[in-house]
């Protein structure tokens, strides 16, 4: 094929009217996802996607990593059933539910004892950038410090607070958001080369004239995946939590998609051995797509007043009931054994492509894995190959600052065939484009 003969995706191609007429009527031209997958879905199971045209799609992009356990995963079905038909409460804002109760003991027992985690738990709005929100305003707070420090590549959210640590200049734009009260640094790693920001951002603080004064809280992604798949390195996550304690500036790490076991482990922080003040989670933490975001916070960090910071949907009942099943699942000898041959699987693939050649780049960690196609093609390529993914059934994100990336998300638990099955697709589209 001849990428010079093809053109990108420019994400507004017209739909087929017999199979998308009421979306086009009626929904608005916001929609994005639909235009780079354009299929009626009607059935999923595992990591299997069943369009209502008779098609079936593998499925590595997973909700954009809200369904580390799959579609409609057995185990965690069953609970969600049984507690419908019970009865049980739909919708409880922050009131006292046996619901609730279960999964704040369930996680723990199961994810922050374990882990040596004194963490109090903080229910916010369903989505990541409630989260995001509310640790932003809790380190203000705590503090009295309104400054905050964040990275290039970063995102963390659409809603005002988030957006204003989100490095996109397209999505800030489109938001209204200055940059006001925040300090972007490169981040560890990204298209541009390495850099030393640990030290660039200790010359800041220590320099009476830089211009930035001594903020509330440094917030970041471990792994950043929209901007392109950079994992941090447990070296640079060490220095930039001794900078942040030696200051006295609070360390938010955003786990929203790198979290709940995307890593390896239940958090992508744990290959640092290091504890922030703050983590934000989201996404796959209810563990059946439905919407429950927390944030954690040390304890003496605490500095809210009742309904200071509320929601009307903080606390969803349902996904509290899915989330303690999720937790069971990671008390289950089977379940870590299949995520480590699920990862060996991935790491092999990826030792494939790094032996092609082609300029080819490759990032990730755990069940996370970009292919970036900056040096061998760009976002043209990466566009063409994600189109020859989804004619082949596959669906894969891409990501990066241009799309150059294509971003592999299969669930913890996929079958290993059709994981194989998947790679193969994405194999033979680099070989062929």
């Not at 609970?79 to 009131?95: N, Q």
């Not at 709005?125 to 203000?140: H, Y």
């Not at 004619?391 to 990336?405: A, F, K, M, P």
């Amino acid at each position: 094929m001849d990428i010079a003969e093809d053109t990108p995706s420019t994400g507004q191609e017209p739909l087929p009217e017999n199979e998308f007429k009421t979306f086009e009527e009626l929904e608005s031209e916001v929609r994005l996802y639909c235009r780079t997958f354009p299929a009626v879905f009607e059935r999923a199971k595992g990591v299997e996607l069943h369009a209502e045209d008779g098609r079936t799609f593998i499925d590595f992009f997973c909700g954009a990593g809200t369904l580390n356990y799959g579609h409609n995963n057995d185990f965690i079905k069953a609970r969600v059933a049984e507690y419908l038909a019970a009865d049980g409460i739909a919708h409880g804002l922050d009131m006292y539910t046996v619901a609730k109760r279960e999964f704040l003991t369930a996680f723990a027992d199961t994810v922050l004892r374990p882990r040596g985690l004194d963490y109090k738990a903080q229910f916010t709005g369903p989505t990541g950038t409630d989260a995001v929100e509310a640790a932003l305003k809790l380190a203000r707070k705590r503090t009295g410090r309104t400054g905050l420090v964040a990275f290039t590549g970063a995102y963390h959210g659409m809603s005002r607070g988030s957006l204003a640590v989100t490095g996109s200049r397209r999505a800030r734009r489109a938001g209204g958001v200055s940059g006001q009260d925040v300090t972007f640094i490169p981040y560890e790693d990204g298209p541009q080369g390495a850099f030393d920001s640990i030290g660039y951002l200790e010359r800041l603080l220590a320099d009476s004239s830089s211009g930035v004064d001594l903020p509330a809280a440094v917030i970041l992604e471990p792994m950043q995946m929209e901007g392109g798949v950079y994992p941090a390195s447990s070296t640079w996550l060490r220095a930039l939590r001794e900078l942040t304690e030696r200051h006295g500036i609070l360390l938010i790490l955003d786990e929203i998609q790198a979290g709940c076991g995307r890593s390896g482990r239940f958090f992508c922080f744990e290959h640092a051995g290091i504890t922030p003040d703050v983590v934000t989670l989201s996404k796959s933490l209810s563990g059946y797509g439905l919407p429950l975001s927390m944030v954690l916070f040390k304890r003496e960090l605490d500095a809210w007043e009742p309904g200071e910071h509320t929601g009307t949907f903080r606390g969803n009942q349902l996904a509290f009931v899915a989330a303690t099943a999720a937790c069971e699942l990671w008390r289950q000898d089977s379940f870590h054994a299949h995520l480590t041959a699920a990862i060996a699987r991935l790491d092999r693939f990826r030792g494939e492509l790094d032996a092609l050649g082609q300029d080819l780049v490759t990032r990730g960690r755990g069940m996370a894995l970009g292919i970036d196609l900056g040096a061998a093609g760009g976002p043209l390529r990466a566009d063409r190959l994600q189109r020859y993914a989804f004619e082949q059934g596959l669906i894969v994100e891409l990501c990066g600052r241009d799309d150059e990336v294509v971003k592999l998300l299969p669930p913890l638990t996929v079958d290993l065939a059709l994981l194989d099955r998947g790679l193969d697709v994405l194999r033979q589209g680099l070989r062929t484009i």
